[in-house]
């Protein structure tokens, strides 16, 4: 019975032929496919056997280019082939070997060669009436030893790797091949078979050159051959290739028939009773059934991997986002992010938090709450904190005592800066009575390392001082002129530039915390709708100088607010009903205190804060706007937006698998 006829009926070849197919995809490096895996003569390259029926003599030579080559190489490599073959003698097949190693460009590094292996692999597929399916990849044989001039160590290192690359595959079946006249102890290759076969499970060993064996060791290789040493879960097979005397012969030479006839007439391998595991005719056979068992037990199993791997290619394409290898295209791509940020910014401002998944997965983007919170905590610090003398207060029994703030908030912070320029007008009085108080931080939020030198850092006195009356009082007396019945006008100017000296501290900290705050979220909305790192580093380095430029405006008008604050004059009824009711020095520095503390922070928050950074129509977070895209350069949109080498390469290698698996799962859904 012949191999075609024993093969017949094992399973069907549509099976075996879609798993071929897969593999001239380069689908093997994406999902473990089932295959047979010959290592042992040192080679090149790998090469993949097909054989297959057809009504007709076809032979098919090819090269399968690296997954990772790249793209005009790979196209280079699948331009070359060879078909229209009927026959493929040696010399032929010498000719093609050559024209492979010009086109993978390996050789021997001496003679100008780039490298001496390669990682594409070599396909040839035998298609005929007499051939039954079978398909074997070889790959290169592994070395010790470097030869000076034709490999190198990292030669040897790759080798390696690409043997132990294809072994680890869980579906494939090892067959290490090892000539019978050595020592098996010394065959790392079985060494390499047993790490990722340690049961032995999936490993049939291939004996060669039986003919050489030494006399006197046969005993050691028939021990292997009847499962004593070594054993394998799939035994061992044993053939005898021809050797060159018989391939140099000029008559015709029977290849199957001497091999038959060493078997039959050679001790002591004519006496292993298993004659199914000896001659190249039985390891075919054997090799069809194992090919054919595998395939028919995992081709579910492969289906449902490449539908698996599909997914995680095209997620990984999405991730990189829209081709953006032309101008039209990168435009595109960042009028898209600009719209994007501006659609979650209108709901920020708004409040309307449920209206995007981002405001869940990044608290930071509630930027109007957080805006909010600050505002109060201004006006409450302003309040509590922002007089530098407490007032005096009447109690119910008609006394006067000093008044003592409560303290709403307190936060302590390490490693604080320098005070500026502007912390002179909070620092600690030198008046008479004055008492030791702890000091308070006038910033909550230091999110933005990058605006240090930018934002100020600062504190003032928690506590008011005491003695505000005998402060009024020495004032009054050092100031007195010649006025009847009333008090120098001078000393209304003087009074409240020493009562209000802590705002200006407060109010720089807060458009500080706010520029924070804004810088904050414009960087974590950036980072939440884009996922290129790039992309995001060159928006902010072309938006940056805007931003600085509407942060310092923030913060020039809080200073210009303070300025104008503390120039004492009021229209206000508040502060002239007032004054007609008491015409004291307290009272009138009471009075006018209030009003402009209230007027101070309202001016504070909507022409300094809010109208530059948050709500103004030139605000920092509608920097990043359609119209702002539209006002880059080429150079600009290519610096932003335009991919690195790396990326474009990433992305052609997913679009090339993410096509691949869609064929591929097309294939198996069609079986």
Request: proline share 3%; net charge negative; charged share 25%.
């Amino acid at each position: 019975m012949d191999v075609a006829q024993a093969a017949h009926g094992l399973g069907d070849p549509r099976l075996l032929e879609t798993i071929d197919k897969l593999l001239e995809l380069n689908i093997g490096e994406l999902v473990a496919l089932p295959q047979l895996l010959v290592v042992g003569d040192q080679s090149r390259f790998a090469t993949q056997i097909t054989f297959r029926r057809a009504s007709t003599t076809n032979i098919k030579v090819s090269i399968i280019p690296d997954l990772n080559t790249s793209k005009d190489n790979a196209e280079r490599l699948v331009a070359w082939k060879k078909t229209g073959l009927t026959s493929l003698g040696r010399k032929d097949f010498s000719q093609i070997l050559d024209e492979v190693h010009q086109v993978m460009g390996i050789g021997e590094v001496s003679k100008g060669a780039k490298k001496s292996f390669s990682d594409d692999v070599l396909r040839i597929e035998v298609a005929g009436p007499d051939q039954q399916h079978l398909s074997v990849v070889d790959v290169p044989g592994i070395f010790r030893k470097v030869t000076e001039g034709v490999t190198t160590s990292i030669d040897m290192f790759n080798v390696r790797s690409m043997v132990e690359r294809y072994m680890q595959n869980s579906r494939c079946i090892i067959l290490p091949v090892v000539p019978s006249n050595v020592d098996i102890a010394t065959q790392e290759i079985l060494d390499m078979a047993e790490k990722y076969d340690p049961k032995g499970q999936r490993t049939l060993g291939v004996l060669t050159k039986p003919d050489l064996v030494d006399k006197g060791a046969e005993h050691n290789v028939m021990e292997l051959m009847q499962g004593t040493s070594h054993k394998l879960n799939l035994g061992w097979c044993m053939v005898k290739n021809p050797g060159q005397q018989d391939l140099k012969r000029e008559d015709a030479f029977d290849r199957h028939a001497s091999e038959a006839a060493f078997f039959k007439n050679e001790a002591p391998w004519s006496k292993l009773p298993d004659k199914d595991r000896v001659g190249i005719a039985s390891l075919r056979l054997r090799l069809v059934e194992l090919l054919t068992e595998i395939v028919r037990r995992e081709f579910n199993h492969v289906q449902s991997d490449v539908v698996n791997s599909l997914k995680v290619s095209e997620k990984k394409l999405l991730l990189l986002g829209p081709c953006r290898e032309t101008r039209d295209q990168q435009q595109k791509y960042l009028l898209e992010l600009a719209t994007r940020f501006q659609e979650i910014t209108a709901q920020a401002l708004a409040a309307h938090y449920g209206s995007d998944i981002a405001f869940e997965s990044k608290p930071s983007l509630v930027l109007a709450t957080a805006v909010v919170d600050r505002n109060d905590t201004f006006s409450n610090d302003i309040w509590h904190h922002g007089h530098t003398m407490a007032f005096k207060r009447e109690t119910e029994r008609g006394t006067v005592c000093e008044e003592r703030e409560v303290v709403i908030r307190e936060h302590r912070f390490p490693n604080l800066h320098e005070a500026s320029d502007v912390s002179a007008a909070a620092s600690n009085s030198e008046a008479e009575g004055e008492v030791e108080s702890e000091m308070k931080m006038v910033r909550y939020n230091f999110t933005t390392v990058e605006l240090d030198d930018l934002l100020w850092n600062g504190s003032v006195p928690t506590e008011p001082e005491n003695g505000i009356m005998k402060w009024l009082e020495k004032l009054y007396k050092g100031s007195r002129g010649f006025e009847l019945g009333t008090f120098n006008a001078s000393l209304v100017p003087i009074m409240f530039k020493k009562q209000s000296k802590k705002w200006a501290s407060f109010a720089i900290g807060y458009t500080s915390d706010i520029v924070s705050i804004t810088h904050n979220y414009i960087f974590t909305l950036l980072e939440e709708i884009c996922g290129d790192h790039r992309v995001r580093a060159g928006l902010m380095s072309v938006m940056m100088d805007k931003l600085i430029e509407r942060y310092n405006r923030a913060i020039d008008q809080t200073t210009f607010i303070f300025e104008v604050e503390h120039d004492p004059w009021t229209n206000n009824h508040y502060f002239a009903d007032n004054l007609e009711k008491w015409q004291q020095l307290h009272d009138i520095l009471k009075s006018y205190y209030k009003v402009a503390r209230k007027r101070f922070v309202d001016n504070v928050i909507m022409q300094a804060a809010d109208r530059h950074l948050i709500r103004g129509k030139d605000a920092a977070v509608k920097v990043f706007s359609p119209s702002f895209v539209s006002d880059l350069t080429t150079e600009q949109m290519e610096r932003i937006a335009g991919e690195d080498v790396l990326t474009k390469r990433k992305r052609a290698d997913l679009t090339r698998e993410v096509q691949n698996l869609k064929r591929a799962n097309k294939l198996l859904l069609a079986v």
